[in-house]
């Protein structure tokens, strides 16, 4: 089953989706399995410049800053509170950070090349 908030890839074209709605967990993409993206963490990963950093309602990305260049970069930023999940997306360039309108509660930020990352609880 798939749960709502997952992030899942196609290997093939790089396409991303997060769920909306539970549902089976078969999801093709170029005639592939999609591939779930785990959230990594510190503990399992131990790369700070990857870990969502939350201060009351901005969200940084690494204690040092994740670099944003053209061949690695985060893609986007999200909040989850309550089920609503605000979103920012980023730019080459752009600095690894977005501020919402709420204090967060948890938060996630996608990297292109090492994949989805939470903050730690």
């Not at 399995?33 to 399992?44: A, G, N, S």
């Not at 940084?60 to 985060?74: C, L």
């Not at 609503?84 to 919402?100: I, R, S, W």
Request: net charge negative; aromatic share 6%; glycine share 4%.
């Amino acid at each position: 089953m798939t749960k709502i908030n997952q992030i899942w890839k196609c290997e093939v074209c790089g396409n991303i989706i997060e769920i909306l709605h539970s549902g089976p967990d078969f999801l093709v993409c170029c005639n592939q399995p999609m591939v779930l993206q785990e959230e990594k963490t510190k503990e399992q990963e131990g790369n700070e410049k990857h870990i969502p950093i939350i201060e009351a309602n901005k969200v940084k990305v690494g204690s040092i800053p994740h670099p944003m260049d053209e061949d690695h970069y985060i893609e986007w930023i999200e909040v989850i509170n309550d089920n609503k999940v605000p979103k920012k997306f980023l730019k080459v360039g752009d600095l690894p950070e977005a501020e919402f309108c709420a204090e967060a509660k948890s938060a996630r930020a996608y990297c292109n090349k090492h994949g989805l990352w939470k903050s730690e609880e």
